[in-house]
């Protein structure tokens, strides 16, 4: 025990050596869940700040209290950022060094802060990042998801209609796709994806990262709900959900998917011709509906120019 201590303490030597400069935004990552994960870099900035811009400066000051530091908070969310940007630059040219922290993980990454790093950027002031916790990518890590490209969406829209809307502009993508979701939002959430995304493709929902209740489930899109609904417990924590990108080849199923409507809208209607699609292909039959009236469009201007 006392090597490891001795150990810690050589380390917060060699990072007390380092230069942190005065005049300078500090984007400090903080833990997600278990206040452990704190890096030893971040703690010696945070005691060296001035003063600590923060979204919500009661949780800030409990996570500081839990590393027996005590700074001067200045509330920063999404609410007042411009307001809170301009007073945190005035500090700034004043020579301050200035802390900027979320509630959890990574500052500017669904969470306030953006708008602040933008607003001192182009204010000539620099701006540092301290690196750190992040929820997206501790679930990626452990997702076990093959793809070396990902697409972070963060929370979708709480409204049905403008949830599916975004969702069908991420369809094709091959990269896996990241979100946030709350606790209450879950079940709809699924429910969206299982509305718009193929059945079979792998999805990944991970609740209560670093946490007590920590849970990481696999399995395909079909079956998300149902695990969902197997245990209340489930449901409960912050979500990211990872869904499997669209397969490479999708340009060619859909062009075998095309040919197959084609053929079918010449003996049938258009909803026939849907449902028969549907169960060839195993595809949404709205989807393949909406596709039919595409081409039989087409086909019917087609006709006309001939």
Same mark, same amino acid.
């Given at each position: 025990?006392?090597?490891?201590?001795?150990?810690?303490?050589?380390?917060?030597?060699?990072?007390?050596?380092?230069?942190?400069?005065?005049?300078?935004?500090?984007?400090?990552?903080?833990?997600?869940?278990?206040?452990?994960?704190?890096?030893?870099?971040?703690?010696?900035?945070?005691?060296?700040?001035?003063?600590?811009?923060?979204?919500?400066?009661?949780?800030?000051?409990?996570?500081?209290?839990?590393?027996?530091?005590?700074?001067?908070?200045?509330?920063?969310?999404?609410?007042?950022?411009?307001?809170?940007?301009?007073?945190?630059?005035?500090?700034?040219?004043?020579?301050?060094?200035?802390?900027?922290?979320?509630?959890?993980?990574?500052?500017?990454?669904?969470?306030?802060?953006?708008?602040?790093?933008?607003?001192?950027?182009?204010?000539?002031?620099?701006?540092?990042?301290?690196?750190?916790?992040?929820?997206?990518?501790?679930?990626?890590?452990?997702?076990?998801?093959?793809?070396?490209?990902?697409?972070?969406?963060?929370?979708?829209?709480?409204?049905?209609? *403008? &949830? =599916?809307? !975004? %969702?069908?502009?991420? /369809? #094709?993508?091959?990269?896996?796709?990241?979100?946030?979701?709350?606790?209450?939002?879950?079940?709809?959430?699924?429910?969206?994806?299982?509305?718009?995304?193929?059945? *079979? &493709? =792998?999805? !990944? %929902?991970?609740?209560? /990262? #670093?946490?007590?209740?920590?849970?990481?489930?696999?399995?395909?899109?079909?079956?998300?709900?149902?695990?969902?609904?197997?245990?209340?417990?489930?449901?409960?924590?912050?979500?990211?959900?990872? %869904?499997?990108?669209?397969?490479?080849?999708?340009?060619?199923?859909?062009?075998?998917?095309?040919?197959?409507?084609?053929?079918?809208?010449?003996?049938?209607?258009?909803?026939?011709?849907?449902?028969?699609?549907?169960?060839?292909?195993?595809?949404?039959?709205?989807?393949?509906?909406?596709?039919?009236?595409?081409?039989?469009?087409?086909?019917?201007?087609?006709?006309?120019?001939?």
């Amino acid at each position: 025990m006392t090597e490891s201590v001795t150990d810690v303490s050589a380390i917060m030597h060699e990072v007390a050596r380092q230069t942190f400069l005065s005049g300078t935004l500090y984007v400090v990552a903080t833990p997600i869940g278990n206040v452990g994960d704190i890096t030893l870099r971040s703690l010696h900035v945070l005691g060296l700040a001035d003063a600590i811009a923060c979204e919500d400066t009661r949780n800030t000051r409990n996570l500081l209290a839990r590393y027996g530091l005590n700074k001067p908070l200045i509330a920063a969310h999404q609410h007042n950022e411009r307001e809170s940007a301009d007073k945190l630059i005035a500090r700034l040219q004043a020579g301050e060094r200035i802390a900027l922290v979320s509630d959890a993980g990574t500052p500017a990454v669904s969470d306030p802060g953006a708008r602040i790093v933008n607003m001192v950027q182009a204010a000539g002031l620099p701006v540092v990042p301290l690196a750190g916790p992040s929820a997206a990518i501790a679930a990626l890590s452990a997702s076990g998801l093959i793809n070396d490209r990902f697409q972070f969406v963060g929370f979708l829209p709480a409204k049905a209609g *403008q &949830r =599916e809307t !975004v %969702l069908q502009t991420l /369809l #094709s993508l091959p990269s896996t796709l990241v979100f946030y979701e709350a606790p209450h939002r879950i079940i709809d959430m699924v429910t969206a994806l299982t509305s718009v995304f193929e059945p *079979q &493709r =792998e999805i !990944v %929902l991970a609740r209560e /990262l #670093s946490k007590l209740f920590e849970e990481i489930h696999r399995c395909p899109l079909q079956d998300a709900q149902a695990w969902l609904e197997a245990d209340s417990n489930r449901q409960k924590g912050e979500f990211v959900v990872l %869904l499997e990108g669209a397969p490479e080849e999708r340009d060619a199923r859909d062009a075998q998917t095309d040919r197959i409507l084609a053929i079918l809208l010449e003996e049938c209607p258009v909803k026939q011709a849907a449902t028969l699609a549907a169960r060839l292909t195993g595809q949404k039959k709205n989807a393949l509906y909406d596709r039919a009236l595409e081409l039989k469009a087409a086909s019917a201007g087609d006709n006309r120019l001939a």
